[in-house]
């Protein structure tokens, strides 16, 4: 699985964010957060919600949406597109104006 240009893009700014608070246990529940999404998506592609819960607009964007920890990863699940699988569209802190980034 792969991370779009803006999610890699998001997940080096909250790396560098969080490096910058020395909030280095913040850096490593990111990644273990991200990783179990990646898990969960690659198992079942479907799992995702249409919109984070608190967010139903979003829904219209197409794109699927998992939570871990407190992440919302947003993902594209291209089944059906020979040698595409899903990727990660976005990267997201639960207590992040999602609307207002996506």
């Known amino acids: 699985m792969k991370l779009s240009l803006e999610a890699q893009a998001q997940l080096r700014r909250l ?4 490096d910058g608070l020395e909030r280095i246990e913040a850096i490593s529940n990111l990644k273990a957060a991200l990783k179990r999404a990646i898990h969960e998506i690659t ?5 995702g919600l249409c919109a984070p819960r608190p967010y139903p607009e979003l829904a219209e964007l197409g794109h699927l949406w998992i939570k871990a920890g407190p992440y919302w990863f947003s993902y594209l699940h291209q089944a059906g597109q020979p040698g595409r699988s899903a990727e990660i569209t976005g990267i997201f802190h639960d207590r992040s104006n999602i609307p207002g980034a996506v």
């Open 43 to 47: 198992r079942t592609p479907r799992v």
């Open 15 to 18: 790396v560098i964010h969080y």
